[in-house]
């Protein structure tokens, strides 16, 4: 099926991660022109955007000044804007009980999570309030839906995401007009280069996948597709405020 995303503009924030590279990539197949914001990672993104034919783009979207030039500065670069993915995020690594969470790591999660989204999400909809069109999608988790054991911080930021602000969002967007759609993207176990490299042996992939029909863990393309699936006006124009869970149909976890 034609996506009509050719020619287009794209934004994808932590575009140089695993999950972020692999919805460049995708874009970038379908003829559209993109934008690889990175913070840290500007070697990868650098050698991202030569090979796709994009642009790079730093910001540190913790920096509320920062995070608002971005989407001019791609605008600037690609010479239109059609859609932005927020996907820039932080887990953090320590697994941490609530009662063993310190509030500044609590704190610094929302910040790097649903404040960075908060901010990206503002940034793209003031554009898209003058462009009168325009598709925002967010990354979420499985942590949102589910829950996360040990990392409360990063479950209760995607979960906000996933419910309460997307569904704010939707209907704001709806102000602009019918052109304007936010959807979100909640990836599960998701095999990016990070998981790769330290690998996941048989018994506990056992307890990842004993919920899920499909008894296999993602792959960052299976991400990749619905992104891009929700972010074309032909494919999903009448779709928005909805949660797309990547997750092989799980419907809990076994891991605590």
């Known amino acids: 099926m034609e996506t009509d995303l050719s020619g ?9 991660g695993g999950i972020g590279s692999a ?13 690889v914001h990175y913070r840290s990672q500007g070697d990868a993104a650098e ?19 920062e995070a ?26 320590e697994d941490l009980s609530v009662w063993e969470l310190p509030l500044e790591r609590w704190e610094a999660t929302l910040r790097a999570n649903l404040t960075v989204t908060f901010l990206t999400a503002r940034a793209f909809l003031r554009h898209a309030a003058v462009t009168r069109t325009g598709s925002l999608v967010i990354i979420g988790s499985s942590a949102g839906v589910f829950g996360e054991a040990g990392h409360s911080d990063y479950a209760a930021a995607k979960g906000a995401m996933v419910s309460g602000f997307l569904l704010s969002l939707k209907n704001e967007a709806a102000r602009i007009g019918n052109g304007v759609r936010v959807n979100v993207v909640a990836p599960g176990w998701t095999v990016t280069p990070m998981i790769g490299e330290k ?31 929700l972010a074309s006006d032909r494919i999903s124009g009448h779709v928005t405020g909805q949660v797309i869970v990547v997750a092989g149909g799980m419907e809990g976890r076994l891991v605590p």
């Open 8 to 16: 287009k503009g794209i934004l994808v924030t932590g575009g140089a």
């Open 23 to 35: 919805v460049v990539r995708a874009f970038a197949a379908e003829g559209a022109r993109v934008a």
């Open 47 to 65: 050698r991202l955007a030569a090979e796709v034919g994009g642009v790079a783009l730093h910001a540190d979207l913790t920096v509320e000044a």
């Open 68 to 93: 608002d030039a971005l989407v001019p500065a791609a605008m600037a670069a690609l010479g239109r804007l059609d859609a932005t993915v927020a996907n820039a995020g932080v887990w953090p690594s």
């Open 199 to 229: 690998g996941v042996d048989a018994a506990h992939l056992a307890r990842i996948t004993a919920t899920m029909p499909l008894k296999k863990l993602g792959m960052p393309d299976d991400v990749a597709t619905q992104v891009v699936a």
